[in-house]
């Protein structure tokens, strides 16, 4: 049974940080790609970024690119996402997600797996 926990959310300021956490269990961590999405009240879930399982290559939101960094670490089978300048447009439930399927990552419905998601509360 796969077993995804975001931790890390709050609140914080316009301008502020945060980062997230994704830990995985039960099943093989390393193998697959792992992706962060988040959903703003009122609005459907989106992309925020993705990485593959090796580390070397990440994808981005255009809304975040620039102020969000996602890595991740095989050994502790945890993903992350380092989140700086903080808009008040970014407020919301992220979410982390695994197992993609080979087609647009870009879409939720293409994971598998997702987390209880943790929120992210950002004051202007």
């Known amino acids: 049974q796969v077993q995804l926990v975001e931790s890390g959310g709050g609140l914080v300021q316009a301008g502020g940080s945060l980062r997230l956490s994704c830990a995985a269990s039960?099943?093989?961590?390393?193998?697959?790609?792992m992706g962060w999405f988040r959903q703003a009240p009122g609005k459907e879930r989106e992309f925020v970024a993705a990485i593959t399982w090796s580390g070397i290559n990440t994808f981005y939101a255009d809304s975040v690119k620039g102020r969000f960094t996602i890595s991740r670490d095989n050994a502790k089978k945890t993903v992350y996402l380092q989140m700086n300048s903080l808009k008040p447009e970014d407020t919301g439930v992220y979410y982390c997600a695994g197992d993609p399927d080979g087609s647009d990552w870009r879409l939720g419905r293409n994971w598998g797996y997702w987390g209880q998601g943790t929120q992210v509360t950002v004051s202007s």
């Open positions: 039960g099943r093989t961590f390393s193998n697959e790609p």
